[in-house]
C-alpha cells in the first residue's frame, strides 16, 4: 500500500495562493496578523507588494477588501473562521454580500480540529452564518487537492466565496485526475440501501465507512459536497431516490450546515430518512485534534452507527 | 473661492436640500437631519472637486465617495441627480418598493453610487480599501468618505483610522459631519466622541476644522487636504443638522423623521425664496 500523503488544506491554500499570484496580478492577499497560521504568509514571501496585513481588526479588514475590489482587484481576505465569519459576519453580509463583491473569504481553523486552542478557537457555525447570505458561494475543501482546485475556481468567479480550511493534515483522496466543479458534488463510491453525503474532512471518514459498512453487507454510496453553496440539489435528490436514506457527516454543528441544508432539500423535494453527524450543537474543548474528533463523533464509526439508523427508519 | 463659483455652489446646494425634502416628503420617512447638514460639502464634492463621468459612473479612473454616514442618502441621491447621474424627478421614487433609491445606498441599483453603506463604521473601511487599491494600482484617484459624529462611536471607525494613517493614504480624506446631534440626543450626552479633533490626531491624521456650511473653508479644506502628502486628512466640519429649514435646524426630532403636508409646504416655500435671493443675488 502506498503511502498516504497527508496535508493540512490551509497548507494548500498558502500555496495555492502563491502559484495565482504568480499568473493573475490583480490578485491582492489581505490577513488579519495570522498570516504564519493561515499560510498566506506563502504569497506575502512571493508578492510582498501584493500583501496587506490590517492587524487584528478583522471587520476592518473585511469591509477594506471590499472597497479594494471595486478598485478591480481579487481580493483574498483571511482569518480563523471564528473571526472571518464569525466576528465580522455583518461585515460579510452588508459590505461583501449585499453588493456581491469580489472578495474571497480564506477561512482556516474551522472546526474541532483546532484542537488544543479550545472552544473560543472552534468555529463551528460558519456554514450556517454563510448559507443565510445571498449569492455566497461556501466551498469546504476535502483534501489540499480540493483545496487547490477550489482557490483557483473562487478566483475565476465573479462575486463574495467562503473558502473553509482546517490547520489538521488530512489524508490525500484525490488523484491527479481530480476536476473541480463549483457547485457540483462527487459521487465517490455507489451503493443503494444508504447515501452518505460529506463535506471536508468528514469525506474521508465516509470512505472509510463505507468499506466498514460493506464487510456488513450494507452498501453505501459515498457523495463529497465540496461546494455547499450552492448545493448540487439534483445529485442529491438522485441519490436519495436511489437508496431512501441519507446520513449527512460535517464537521460543524448539526444545526445550519450541511446537514441542514440537505434536509431542507430532500424534505422539500423527496422526504427520506435523514440522519445528521456533526457537533451535537454544543461547544469543543482542548484537546489533540484526532482525539476530539472521536470524542465529538465526528468519525466513521459514528457515520456508521447513522447510517443504520437512517436505513432502519425507511418505510417499507 | 470666486464669488461667481461660489454662487452657483449655493445654488446648486439649495436645490439639493430641496431634492431631499422632496424625497423625504414622498417616501413618508427618511433622515432628513443629517441630509441637510451634509448638502453644502457634498455639493461641493461633486460641482467642485470630484473627477466624476455621469455618463460613465464606474469609469475606473473616477475619485470615489463612500457615504458612510448611509442613511443620509437623500442627500447623496439629490446630489448625483443634480449632477446629472440619474434624473431628478426619480427623487420622489425614494424608498419606494419599485425604486432604484433605496433607503441606504445601494452601489448594485444607483448610478453613481461607488458603494453601498448603511450600516454604520463599514464605509470608512471600504474607503481605505479603494484608497489601498488607487496606491497599488498607482491610479491618481482620490477617496473622499463623510462619516457622522455620532457614527464615530463604533469601534471600526477606528479600526480604519489607525490602518490610514499606518499605510500614509493621502488620497483618503475622511469628512466628520459634526452636527452634535445623534438619535437618542446630543452625541456628548448618549457617548461623547470629543474630542474629536485631537483623537485623529492621534490617530496620525492631518486635521482641518472647518463650519460645514462655508464653501471658502471648505474650498480651503479640500485644496489643502488634497496638498497635503503621506497622512489621510480628516476635516471636522462643525454643522447645523436640519441646516436650511429653519424648524429642523438642531432639533434631534428631525434625524430620522418625514414632515407632513404643511410641514413640506413651508420647507419648500423656505427653500424656495433662498433660492430666489441668490439667483437674483440678494
Known amino acids: ?68 475590489s471595486t478598485t478591480g482587484f481579487t481580493v483574498f481576505a483571511s482569518s480563523f473562521a471564528m473571526f472571518a465569519a464569525g466576528r465580522a459576519f455583518e461585515q460579510v453580509r452588508n459590505t461583501l454580500g449585499y453588493s456581491h463583491l469580489n472578495v474571497k473569504i480564506g477561512a482556516t481553523h474551522a472546526g474541532i480540529s483546532v484542537g488544543e486552542d479550545g472552544a473560543t478557537h472552534q468555529c463551528c457555525e460558519d456554514i450556517a452564518l454563510m448559507r443565510t447570505i445571498p449569492g455566497m458561494v461556501i466551498i469546504n475543501p476535502a483534501d489540499d487537492v480540493e483545496a487547490r482546485a477550489a482557490v483557483f475556481a473562487a478566483a475565476e468567479y465573479e462575486g463574495p466565496v467562503y473558502l473553509r480550511f482546517g490547520r489538521l493534515a488530512v489524508p490525500r483522496i484525490n488523484g491527479e485526475d481530480y476536476k473541480f466543479e463549483m457547485g457540483k458534488g462527487i459521487t465517490l463510491r455507489e451503493g443503494t440501501d444508504v447515501t452518505i453525503v460529506a463535506t471536508g474532512l468528514m469525506v474521508n471518514e465516509a470512505l472509510i465507512a463505507y468499506d466498514i459498512l460493506a464487510a456488513e453487507g450494507i452498501s453505501a454510496k459515498v457523495i463529497n459536497i465540496h461546494t455547499i453553496k450552492p448545493l448540487d440539489k439534483e445529485l442529491i435528490i438522485k441519490a436519495a431516490e436511489q437508496t431512501g436514506a441519507v446520513v449527512t457527516a460535517e464537521e460543524h ?53 447513522k447510517a443504520k439508523r437512517a436505513i432502519a427508519m425507511k418505510k417499507n | 473661492m470666486e464669488a461667481t463659483v461660489k454662487k452657483q455652489l449655493k445654488i446648486k446646494a439649495c436645490q439639493v436640500r430641496m431634492g431631499i425634502i422632496n424625497g423625504v416628503y414622498h417616501a413618508k420617512s427618511g433622515h432628513p437631519g443629517g441630509s441637510l447638514s451634509s448638502a453644502d ?61 433605496q433607503g441606504h445606498p445601494c452601489m448594485k441599483t444607483t448610478p453613481g453610487v461607488d458603494m453601498s453603506t ?60 459634526n452636527n452634535n446631534l445623534q438619535i437618542d440626543g446630543t452625541v456628548a450626552e448618549v457617548n461623547s466622541p470629543y474630542p474629536i479633533v485631537e483623537k485623529f490626531r492621534a490617530f496620525g491624521w492631518n486635521v482641518i476644522e472647518i463650519c460645514a456650511h462655508s464653501f471658502d473653508e471648505i474650498d480651503a479644506a479640500f485644496n489643502a487636504a488634497e496638498e497635503f502628502k503621506g497622512k489621510p486628512t480628516a476635516i471636522i466640519a462643525k454643522s447645523t443638522k436640519g441646516k436650511g429649514v429653519s424648524f429642523m435646524e438642531d432639533q434631534v426630532s428631525w434625524h430620522g423623521a418625514a414632515p407632513n403636508a404643511e410641514q413640506y409646504e413651508q420647507a419648500m416655500s423656505e427653500l424656495k425664496e433662498e433660492l430666489a435671493n441668490l439667483e437674483n443675488g440678494n
Open chain 1, 1 to 68: 500500500m502506498a503511502d498516504i500523503i497527508k496535508t493540512a488544506t490551509r497548507e494548500a491554500y498558502g500555496k495555492a495562493l502563491a502559484e495565482l499570484g504568480a499568473v493573475n496580478d490583480k490578485v491582492i492577499v489581505l490577513d488579519a496578523d495570522l498570516a504564519a497560521a493561515t499560510k498566506t504568509g506563502v504569497f506575502k514571501k512571493a508578492f510582498p507588494e501584493r500583501f496587506f496585513d490590517t492587524g487584528i481588526a478583522e471587520c476592518n479588514m473585511i469591509s477594506i477588501a471590499g472597497g479594494l
Open chain 2, 41 to 101: 460639502i457634498l455639493t461641493y464634492l461633486y460641482f467642485n472637486k470630484m473627477n466624476v463621468d455621469p455618463k460613465n459612473p464606474k469609469w475606473e479612473d473616477r475619485d470615489r465617495m463612500v457615504l458612510s454616514k448611509g442613511h443620509i442618502a437623500p442627500a447623496l441621491y439629490a446630489t448625483l441627480a443634480l449632477r446629472g447621474f440619474f434624473p431628478v424627478e426619480d427623487l420622489n421614487t425614494l424608498r419606494k418598493s419599485d425604486s432604484y433609491l
Open chain 2, 118 to 177: 448603511g450600516s454604520l463604521g463599514q464605509g470608512i473601511s471600504a474607503a481605505v480599501g479603494m484608497a489601498l487599491g488607487g496606491k497599488v494600482s498607482g491610479k491618481g484617484f482620490r477617496v473622499y468618505t463623510i462619516l457622522g459624529d455620532g457614527e464615530i462611536q463604533e469601534g471600526q471607525v477606528w479600526e480604519a483610522a489607525m490602518y490610514a494613517s499606518a499605510k500614509g493614504l493621502d488620497n483618503l480624506v475622511a469628512v466628520i459631519d
Open chain 1, 253 to 305: 454543528n448539526i444545526i445550519g450546515g450541511l446537514g441542514g441544508a440537505v434536509a431542507e432539500t430532500l424534505s422539500e423535494n423527496l422526504p427520506v430518512p435523514v440522519v445528521r453527524v456533526g457537533v451535537e450543537d454544543t461547544f469543543g474543548r482542548s484537546g489533540p485534534a484526532a482525539e476530539l474528533l472521536k470524542i465529538f463523533g465526528l468519525d466513521a464509526a459514528n457515520i456508521v452507527e
